[in-house]
């Protein structure tokens, strides 16, 4: 069983950073993609990037250029630093986890971005 720990949500001004975390809980023999979701009221969940086993990492059109993702693998956590945001941005953020044919998803964390 794989548990995902976010944090870093919460409210900022248009125009500012935040940097999310997420945790996995367990000792992985191996290097999983990992990435982040966001999901807006009335909508379905939406990729937001990705990094895979190898580093390679995937990002959806709309934060390209604004959004990064790294990760730590001795600390079995990925990072989403966010500059430059938008009030579009605004979403509960997922992360999650491919392991063996399933995906874990962590609880969510919300950010809003406002004035």
């Known amino acids: 069983q794989v548990e995902l720990v976010e944090s870093g949500g919460g409210l900022v001004q248009p125009g500012g950073s935040l940097r999310l975390s997420c945790t996995a809980s367990?000792?992985?023999?191996?290097?999983?993609?990992m990435g982040w979701y966001r999901q807006v009221p009335g909508e379905s969940r939406k990729s937001v990037t990705t990094i895979t086993n190898r580093d390679t990492t995937l990002y959806a059109d709309s934060v390209k250029g604004r959004f990064t993702i790294s990760r730590d693998n001795a600390k079995n956590t990925v990072y989403l630093q966010m500059n430059s945001l938008k009030s579009e941005d605004t979403a509960v953020y997922y992360c999650?986890?491919?392991?063996?044919?399933?995906?874990?998803w962590g609880q969510g964390t919300q950010v809003t971005v406002s004035s």
């Open positions: 999650f986890l491919d392991r063996l044919g399933r995906r874990y």
């Open positions: 367990g000792s992985f023999g191996s290097i999983y993609p």
